[in-house]
């Protein structure tokens, strides 16, 4: 049974920096391509990055490019956001989700304020 386990986030001040993580179970990991998103309050759940198997494409949201880095480790399982510069905007519930796959994580709270 796929599962995916979200951890990493937490209150950070504006301008700030968090790391987030993502373990997938039950799956291949290595094989499949693997997404953040995120939902903030009283928003449609958003894109957030993409990369492909072995990490050879990464697609970014537009808004999103230059402070957001997506990266992953096939050998722990584990996919990895790594979110620099951070807005109040970003606050929000991040998400992984696994190509191919309908399942989601229960996702990682990030809040983003002063």
């Known amino acids: 049974q796929v599962q995916l386990v979200e951890s990493g986030g937490g209150l950070v001040q504006p301008g700030g920096s968090l790391r987030l993580a993502c373990v997938g179970h039950g799956f291949d990991f290595s094989s499949y391509a693997m997404r953040w998103y995120r939902r903030a309050p009283g928003k449609e759940r958003e894109f957030v990055a993409r990369i492909s198997p072995n990490g050879d494409f990464i697609d970014y949201g537009d808004s999103l490019k230059g402070r957001f880095i997506i990266s992953r480790d096939n050998v722990m399982d584990t996919l990895y956001l790594q979110m620099n510069n951070l807005k109040p905007d970003d606050t929000a519930v991040y998400y992984c989700?696994?190509?191919?796959?309908?399942?989601w994580g229960q996702g990682t709270q990030v809040t983003v304020s002063s």
């Open positions: 989700k696994v190509d191919g796959y309908p399942q």
